[in-house]
C-alpha cells in the first residue's frame, strides 16, 4: 500500500520563474492539504483540496495555487517565485469522514524547494 | 486564533529513559484534537498519537503517551525508554473540525530536536 507521494523530491528553481509541486494521495484518501515548512519552523498550511475543490486556505498570497485531479492527486503551483519560497513543502491526505475527529493525515516526504 | 507553542527547541535523553515534550495551546473551540508527529531528518511526518478535546482518558500509543491536562491547555508528550530511534524533531498540532469533519487544518508548533544519546 503506497504512502504519499510527492515529486520531484528537490528543485532549483531562480526568481520570478514558476514551479509546480505534485502529490499523489494514498490509496483510499481523498483530502489533500498541501503545507510549507521554512527551515526551523514547524509546518504552515497553504490550502486543502477536497472535491476537486478549494475547502480552506491559509495566509498565503494568491501566487499559490493548486489544483486536485478527479483521481484525487494534486498540484501546488507557486507562481513569481520569491526567495522567502525556498522551503519543504509537505503534501498530506486523509480521508473526509463526517462525524469523525481522530482521522489523522498521513504525509508524503516532502520536495524540497530553493529558489536562488 | 489558533497557536501551539513549544518551548523546548532541543531535549537531550539518555537511551531507555523517559522524556516530556511539552507542548501548550490556546484556542476558543470547544470541539478540537491534539496530534503529536515526529519528523525525522528524511523529511516526511510520522504520526504518533492523537487526543480528543473530549476525551477523558490520556491517550497512549506503544511507547507514546499524551498527558492531556485540558484546563491548562497543555498536552504533553511521554517516550517512555527512548530508543537511538527516537532522535528526531517532534511537532505537537491541533486540529479545528470544519463544519463538524476531518476537513480541519493542522496548526503546527515549532517543534522540539529530540536527541538521544547511548
Known sequence: DAGVTQSPTHLIKTRGQQVTLRCSPKSGHDTV?????ALGQGPQFIFQYYEEEE?????????????QFPNYSSELNVNALLLGDSALYLCASSLWAPGITNEKLFFGSGTQLSVL | AQKITQTQPGMFVQEKEA???DCTYDTSDQSYGLFWYKQPSSGEMIFLIYQGSYDEQNATEGRYSLNFQKARKSANLVISASQLGDS???FCAMRNFYRGSTLGRLYF?????????P
Do not use: E, I, K
Not at chain 1, 492539504?33 to 515548512?37: I, K, R, T
Not at chain 2, 508548533?109 to 544519546?117: A, D, P, S
Open chain 1, 55 to 67: 475547502r480552506q486556505r491559509g495566509n498565503f498570497p494568491d501566487r499559490f495555487s493548486g489544483h
Open chain 2, 88 to 90: 528526531a524533531m517532534y
Open chain 2, 109 to 117: 508548533g515549532r517543534g522540539t530536536q529530540l536527541t538521544v544519546w
Open chain 2, 19 to 21: 522524556v516530556t515534550l
Open chain 1, 33 to 37: 492539504s498541501w503545507y510549507q515548512q
